[in-house]
């Protein structure tokens, strides 16, 4: 209740001194007082009214650090006691002790509206010892513009509380180059960057330690007490003046009640992160294993282990648990030959076998010939297999410089020879995969184990920027960030008309804030920077990193506007390391290899080089391929392609050949090789291995217009049957429209998708929740409703789009010289990982640029 006028009136919440706006309180000038928990808010509104010590209207506690003041107060009272009247509203501190920010700011936004209607002047309170706008005064002044408009700003005052006027505090200023109009500036500059404003802010500086009496301001300013209270005084007339300069007050009825779905998604966000089952809502994402090209079961001396294949790598184990490796352990692919040939090889012909082979020594050390003959239980499955080994063998040119660098690196006797193989990359930007760089080394943390937990992401982050489509985030909070980001997604998914659009939004908000954790990101650079740059067997290399003010950016990626040129400059993964600028590896993404067409039998080919351009026997006395020399049981064969003069085991393989007058197709060469008009001819390894890399090459851009062309079928399909409408006015479901809708979003066709109902989880809302904290489930199930989930909304109808995160940092390698460390090189690097609704999903690459 409002108390008499001679002794002023306080009401929590709802203000005894609100009225109506054409009623005398009309006519009362009103300040509404925000800013940070600790800032002086309560002690500057009761400067205003002249209160000190016991008589104080708001409560004060320099002591302690929680909040003091827990509601919105409205009070009235005379300016300083003894002038006009005027009504104070002082709000709880943002960042509050107990985390209440969001009930603070929706109930600031409840009195402005119901029940104060009206104010003359908004004051923004900063410490003057932390003036920087901190994340949640920052995020309370973008949800007052939302609500309010830009022209609440028109009507705000910043002040600067505990700005001492004694000399000794104006010479320490004067020092450290800290003056009033310097302050105001960048205040004012982070204002106007982070609301959209073209205009400065009025400020004022104030101690309200001054507000006490003449006695004691006396003892303890002496001789200095006069000057210091007329300075308080002025600066508190400024803020009396700047209440009385608008002719008429903000009037707060007009609040958009939409301005406070951001406040409500945020306090639901952390719990939809934690709770929600993703699977449940049919999320088909290929996970963790991107650089995996194949996986299946292999016979190896006469027992079955488990085999996954990588580029450049084939892996063997006891079980799919891949727990224990066993046989070979692991087969490095490089410089290797894969065939159905066995001729060499006393096995059993039980099961169609292959054979993975290496015919040269490629490291340059002792000799690494080896042979492995692999069985599977189907002609189909051989024929897969032969194929994708024969793609793991393949690297871009420049994979194998950055190998060559890499070893070159490794091995350096000195500082020249270090320098000497560095200048292989040193105007190039590297594409390092962070899988390939946990597969060099067993001493580094293993991938899993380096993935944050959501707190541990959210920790991370309050210590760190984040810029989200150019807006910056400095130390932000969870629900703050999380909050932005769903409202980013769905705004780039043009508001899908989903009922669990909002939940889902959460989960890939939540997978962005793990992306965001430099816990992962910095340290899988670090292990990429180290295992390229600091294994040097002969000098003491270091690669130190440097401290970086570079804000993590987060972009998402619309797909009508940025997305495929992101994704372009990006590149298309390889599981090996490439440059960026390698048109060469573009032909060997995981992408093109996954649509590969897989049917039909090899068709190898080559072109019959003429007898006149064989190498002469006795031109060469060791094969030109291995070095192997030959003997009296090492014979000569001349390869038929080439003409080279090479030995019987690089030489096992045979094709059949046109003739270079008469070019045939591989098509119309089987045909006569059928028809017995042409034969296969004998041709060495590296001769094959081009044959084999056409009919690669032939099945992939077959894979690729399959892919196009069921593209354009489904498309098809879906804008016929919405065309059928039923007689109740909605469109026929069909199981084409719910695949084409998946494939635009960025599924990958070849994989089973649910449709129709088959293949679902339990429908009801509870299933998108997991069995976690009980709390939550009530949240999230009114989130999503209690009716019943049908299958056509449990597809994907909109497109998602893609979530770029990068996170920028430098390293300088240093030797160690006789006193100090030598710095040799800069490497700039950069973090790049894609987060994604439905697709692939990998562990992220590492771009490193070498400078001097």
């Given at each position: 209740?409002?108390?008499?006028?001679?002794?002023?009136?306080?009401?929590?919440?709802?203000?005894?001194?609100?009225?109506?706006?054409?009623?005398?309180?009309?006519?009362?000038?009103?300040?509404?007082?925000?800013?940070?928990?600790?800032?002086?808010?309560?002690?500057?509104?009761?400067?205003?009214?002249?209160?000190?010590?016991?008589?104080?209207?708001?409560?004060?506690?320099?002591?302690?650090?929680?909040?003091?003041?827990?509601?919105?107060?409205?009070?009235?009272?005379?300016?300083?006691?003894?002038?006009?009247?005027?009504?104070?509203?002082?709000?709880?501190?943002?960042?509050?002790?107990?985390?209440?920010?969001?009930?603070?700011?929706?109930?600031?936004?409840?009195?402005?509206?119901?029940?104060?209607?009206?104010?003359?002047?908004?004051?923004?309170?900063?410490?003057?010892?932390?003036?920087?706008?901190?994340?949640?005064?920052?995020?309370?002044?973008?949800?007052?513009?939302?609500?309010?408009?830009?022209?609440?700003?028109?009507?705000?005052?910043?002040?600067?509380?505990?700005?001492?006027?004694?000399?000794?505090?104006?010479?320490?200023?004067?020092?450290?180059?800290?003056?009033?109009?310097?302050?105001?500036?960048?205040?004012?500059?982070?204002?106007?960057?982070?609301?959209?404003?073209?205009?400065?802010?009025?400020?004022?500086?104030?101690?309200?330690?001054?507000?006490?009496?003449?006695?004691?301001?006396?003892?303890?300013?002496?001789?200095?007490?006069?000057?210091?209270?007329?300075?308080?005084?002025?600066?508190?007339?400024?803020?009396?003046?700047?209440?009385?300069?608008?002719?008429?007050?903000?009037?707060?009825?007009?609040?958009?009640?939409?301005?406070?779905?951001?406040?409500?998604?945020?306090?639901?966000?952390?719990?939809?992160?934690?709770?929600?089952?993703?699977?449940?809502?049919?999320?088909?994402?290929?996970?963790?294993?991107?650089?995996?090209?194949?996986?299946?079961?292999?016979?190896?001396?006469?027992?079955?282990?488990?085999?996954?294949?990588?580029?450049?790598?084939?892996?063997?184990?006891?079980?799919?648990?891949?727990?224990?490796?066993?046989?070979?352990?692991?087969?490095?692919?490089?410089?290797?030959?894969?065939?159905?040939?066995?001729?060499?090889?006393?096995?059993?012909?039980?099961?169609?076998?292959?054979?993975?082979?290496?015919?040269?020594?490629?490291?340059?050390?002792?000799?690494?010939?080896?042979?492995?003959?692999?069985?599977?239980?189907?002609?189909?499955?051989?024929?897969?297999?032969?194929?994708?080994?024969?793609?793991?063998?393949?690297?871009?040119?420049?994979?194998?410089?950055?190998?060559k660098f890499h070893e070159s690196l490794r091995v350096a006797p000195s500082r020249k020879e270090y320098e000497r193989a560095i200048a292989i990359v040193v105007r190039e930007t590297m594409v390092i995969p962070v899988e390939w760089v946990f597969?060099?080394?067993?001493?580094?943390v293993a991938t899993g184990g380096r993935k944050p937990s959501l707190q541990q992401a959210l920790k991370d982050l309050q210590?760190?920027?984040?810029?989200?489509?150019?807006?910056?985030?400095?130390?932000?909070?969870?629900?703050?960030?999380?909050?932005?980001?769903?409202?980013?997604?769905?705004?780039?998914?043009?508001?899908?008309?989903?009922?669990?659009?909002?939940?889902?939004?959460?989960?890939?908000?939540?997978?962005?804030?793990?992306?965001?954790?430099?816990?992962?990101?910095?340290?899988?650079?670090?292990?990429?920077?180290?295992?390229?740059?600091?294994?040097?067997?002969?000098?003491?290399?270091?690669?130190?990193?440097?401290?970086?003010?570079?804000?993590?950016?987060?972009?998402?990626?619309?797909?009508?506007?940025?997305?495929?040129?992101?994704?372009?400059?990006?590149?298309?993964?390889?599981?090996?390391?490439?440059?960026?600028?390698?048109?060469?590896?573009?032909?060997?993404?995981?992408?093109?290899?996954?649509?590969?067409?897989?049917?039909?039998?090899?068709?190898?080919?080559?072109?019959?080089?003429?007898?006149?351009?064989?190498?002469?026997?006795?031109?060469?006395?060791?094969?030109?391929?291995?070095?192997?020399?030959?003997?009296?049981?090492?014979?000569?064969?001349?390869?038929?392609?080439?003409?080279?003069?090479?030995?019987?085991?690089?030489?096992?393989?045979?094709?059949?050949?046109?003739?270079?007058?008469?070019?045939?197709?591989?098509?119309?060469?089987?045909?006569?090789?059928?028809?017995?008009?042409?034969?296969?001819?004998?041709?060495?390894?590296?001769?094959?291995?081009?044959?084999?890399?056409?009919?690669?090459?032939?099945?992939?851009?077959?894979?690729?217009?399959?892919?196009?062309?069921?593209?354009?079928?489904?498309?098809?399909?879906?804008?016929?049957?919405?065309?059928?409408?039923?007689?109740?006015?909605?469109?026929?479901?069909?199981?084409?429209?719910?695949?084409?809708?998946?494939?635009?979003?960025?599924?990958?066709?070849?994989?089973?998708?649910?449709?129709?109902?088959?293949?679902?989880?339990?429908?009801?809302?509870?299933?998108?929740?997991?069995?976690?904290?009980?709390?939550?489930?009530?949240?999230?199930?009114?989130?999503?409703?209690?009716?019943?989930?049908?299958?056509?909304?449990?597809?994907?109808?909109?497109?998602?789009?893609?979530?770029?995160?990068?996170?920028?940092?430098?390293?300088?390698?240093?030797?160690?010289?006789?006193?100090?460390?030598?710095?040799?090189?800069?490497?700039?690097?950069?973090?790049?990982?894609?987060?994604?609704?439905?697709?692939?999903?990998?562990?992220?690459?590492?771009?490193?640029?070498?400078?001097?």
């Amino acid at each position: 209740a409002a108390a008499a006028p001679d002794q002023g009136g306080m009401s929590p919440r709802s203000g005894g001194g609100g009225g109506t706006p054409d009623g005398k309180s009309q006519e009362t000038p009103t300040v509404c007082l925000i800013g940070p928990t600790g800032s002086g808010k309560s002690s500057t509104g009761n400067s205003c009214f002249g209160c000190r010590g016991d008589g104080a209207v708001f409560e004060v506690d320099e002591r302690s650090m929680a909040s003091v003041t827990t509601n919105t107060v409205m009070v009235e009272r005379n300016w300083r006691g003894v002038g006009a009247r005027i009504r104070v509203v002082d709000s709880p501190g943002l960042g509050d002790s107990e985390g209440r920010d969001s009930e603070h700011i929706e109930s600031l936004a409840t009195v402005l509206k119901d029940d104060v209607k009206y104010v003359h002047a908004f004051l923004v309170v900063f410490n003057s010892q932390e003036p920087r706008l901190n994340c949640h005064l920052k995020e309370m002044l973008t949800v007052f513009k939302e609500m309010f408009g830009e022209g609440f700003l028109r009507y705000t005052m910043i002040v600067f509380t505990r700005w001492e006027h004694d000399k000794r505090a104006k010479k320490k200023r004067a020092r450290s180059g800290v003056t009033e109009e310097q302050r105001a500036a960048m205040i004012n500059e982070e204002l106007q960057k982070l609301l959209g404003h073209n205009f400065a802010c009025p400020c004022v500086f104030i101690d309200n330690a001054a507000n006490v009496s003449d006695e004691v301001l006396e003892d303890l300013y002496d001789d200095e007490a006069e000057d210091v209270r007329k300075e308080f005084e002025d600066e508190l007339e400024k803020i009396h003046d700047f209440m009385l300069r608008p002719p008429k007050p903000f009037m707060c009825q007009d609040v958009k009640a939409v301005a406070l779905e951001k406040e409500v998604l945020k306090r639901k966000i952390m719990q939809l992160m934690q709770l929600v089952n993703e699977e449940a809502l049919g999320r088909q994402l290929i996970s963790a294993e991107t650089g995996v090209i194949h996986k299946g079961w292999l016979r190896w001396k006469r027992r079955w282990i488990w085999a996954i294949l990588r580029r450049q790598h084939l892996r063997l184990f006891t079980d799919e648990e891949c727990l224990e490796q066993t046989g070979p352990r692991e087969v490095d692919l490089t410089g290797c030959i894969c065939s159905t040939g066995i001729e060499w090889q006393l096995i059993p012909r039980r099961f169609p076998a292959f054979t993975v082979y290496r015919p040269v020594n490629v490291q340059g050390a002792a000799r690494s010939y080896f042979c492995h003959v692999f069985q599977v239980k189907s002609l189909e499955e051989r024929r897969c297999w032969v194929l994708l080994v024969q793609e793991a063998t393949q690297i871009s040119e420049s994979c194998h410089r950055i190998e060559k660098f890499h070893e070159s690196l490794r091995v350096a006797p000195s500082r020249k020879e270090y320098e000497r193989a560095i200048a292989i990359v040193v105007r190039e930007t590297m594409v390092i995969p962070v899988e390939w760089v946990f597969q060099q080394g067993s001493n580094l943390v293993a991938t899993g184990g380096r993935k944050p937990s959501l707190q541990q992401a959210l920790k991370d982050l309050q210590r760190d920027r984040v810029r989200v489509d150019g807006v910056d985030f400095v130390c932000p909070s969870g629900d703050e960030l999380g909050a932005h980001l769903c409202h980013r997604i769905l705004e780039g998914a043009e508001w899908p008309q989903d009922e669990h659009a909002e939940v889902k939004a959460a989960v890939l908000a939540r997978d962005v804030l793990l992306g965001c954790s430099r816990t992962q990101g910095g340290g899988d650079t670090f292990d990429a920077v180290r295992v390229l740059f600091g294994r040097n067997e002969n000098l003491e290399v270091h690669c130190k990193p440097e401290a970086t003010t570079d804000p993590i950016l987060v972009r998402v990626l619309c797909r009508k506007t940025s997305e495929s040129d992101v994704l372009c400059s990006i590149g298309g993964d390889t599981g090996v390391p490439q440059f960026q600028r390698d048109a060469s590896a573009k032909a060997l993404s995981s992408e093109l290899v996954r649509a590969m067409d897989l049917n039909g039998e090899q068709q190898l080919c080559s072109t019959l080089v003429d007898t006149d351009s064989w190498v002469p026997d006795h031109q060469m006395v060791q094969c030109m391929r291995c070095g192997e020399r030959f003997n009296p049981f090492l014979r000569r064969h001349h390869c038929r392609a080439c003409g080279a003069l090479v030995c019987y085991s690089c030489s096992r393989h045979f094709v059949p050949l046109s003739s270079a007058n008469t070019p045939m197709s591989a098509e119309d060469l089987y045909e006569a090789l059928d028809a017995s008009q042409v034969r296969c001819e004998r041709v060495c390894f590296l001769c094959y291995q081009r044959a084999v890399i056409r009919d690669l090459n032939a099945r992939k851009e077959r894979g690729q217009q399959a892919v196009v062309n069921e593209d354009e079928l489904l498309s098809l399909k879906a804008r016929s049957t919405s065309a059928a409408v039923l007689p109740d006015g909605v469109a026929a479901p069909d199981a084409a429209a719910a695949v084409a809708a998946a494939v635009a979003a960025g599924a990958d066709p070849g994989l089973p998708h649910h449709v129709d109902g088959e293949g679902l989880p339990p429908r009801s809302f509870d299933s998108f929740v997991s069995e976690d904290p009980e709390d939550g489930a009530d949240l999230v199930t009114a989130a999503m409703g209690e009716e019943q989930a049908s299958s056509e909304q449990m597809e994907e109808a909109e497109p998602w789009p893609a979530i770029s995160i990068e996170m920028a940092s430098t390293y300088k390698i240093v030797a160690m010289g006789t006193s100090s460390l030598e710095e040799w090189y800069v490497l700039d690097c950069k973090y790049v990982r894609v987060v994604r609704w439905n697709g692939l999903a990998d562990e992220g690459r590492v771009f490193i640029s070498v400078r001097p």
